[in-house]
């Protein structure tokens, strides 16, 4: 059951980023053959079928060990898959996807980490509130991708990488004015989730290559709660997990749907949102009212909140912001943004697939 969970997993992000992909289970020959093209429809529905068929066979919430999957990782994912289903198959299911956080929710299991940076550190494992991580160790899951990636490359500048627990910055990614600005006060925002380095840095990108260009941004760090780097001592591979589904997610999942006309309650939707803004403000400054709880401030919010957590592209794409409405600096290459067109919602199939299998047809557009 874990196995198909990760099977489904990996369908759903070939879903989100390509829709028509080729497509293949245990019923499929054994040896070399060319896999037929699925379509949105079909591998949602496969998807869908597959998570719900597993529920039972899985562990329940919390009784599996760290890292693996259980029923409160199945729910996440499904909830994530309705949330999107009228992306998906031009069909909503926010009701659908309001019913599974609940459950995440309702287990009882998890809880909001109190201090947010702790969720983003070498020791996060530590956290009642990740649900599902992908889980790193700097001594035995040595690679150059994944949380290597995310806390050396946001390091450059004046930032010191004995700071976030690595040997040396790769001074590449940084953040936009536009994402900076969705914090009242920006830089200076009472929002404890704002985690701009801003030292030596300008707010504005004019030169995509150099570091300085754009705020800096300082989530990711391989240092425990106490300040201790992880355990690779050449600082090179952190230990620091990567919180692919968390509770805070669910919450925001449940509001969104409620404003989408996805049912539940509307004082439990505000409620969750003022959770998760009392945790970044300390106290009750930031809290919101019912009237305060829009598809515009929900769209912010998801930023704030799961910033560098892979969730914006799928986030702009449902939201209608993504190619055609919004603009942001450097969207479309342009250093003041552009409109796209909308057929970028979805990633061309790559030409390395089209050219080993002739039963491929590239995506609309490319």
Known sequence: AEA???????????LDFYRNVPFTT???????????????????KYIEDELVEIDSELLAPGQNEYGRADQAAAWM????????????????????????????????????????????????????????????????????????FLVHAPVGGSMSPADFGVSGGWAGVRTTSAFVEKFPGMENSADGRE????????LEIENVSTFTDGFAIAKYKNVDREGTAGSDPSGEFPDTDFPLFRLAEAYLIYAEANVRGGGGDAGTAVGYINALRERAYGDESGNISASDLTLDFMIDERARELYWECHRRTDLVRFG??????????????????????????????????????????????
């Open 77 to 148: 994912l499904l909830a994530k898959l309705y949330l999107n289903a009228d992306v998906y198959t031009e069909t909503p299911r926010y009701a659908d996807a309001r019913i599974q956080v609940e459950k995440v929710i309702s287990s009882g299991v998890y809880s909001l980490e109190p201090n947010y940076e702790y969720l983003f550190l070498a020791d996060n494992d530590l956290s009642n509130e990740i649900i599902f991580p992908i889980t790193f160790d700097g001594l035995n899951t040595q690679a150059y991708g994944g949380m290597t």
């Open 4 to 14: 198909r969970f990760m099977r489904a997993l990996s369908y759903f992000h070939a």
């Open 195 to 202: 985690l701009f380095y801003t030292d030596g840095q300008t």
């Open 26 to 44: 245990e019923l499929s020959p054994i040896g070399a053959f060319l896999p037929e093209q699925t379509n949105a429809q079909d591998l949602f």
């Open 321 to 366: 912001k993504f190619t055609t409405n919004a603009i942001w600096p450097w969207k479309g290459n342009v250093p003041g943004g552009t409109t796209t067109d909308s057929f970028r919602n979805v990633f061309p199939i790559p030409t390395s697939d089209l050219s080993a299998n002739p039963n491929l047809i590239q995506n609309p557009g490319y």
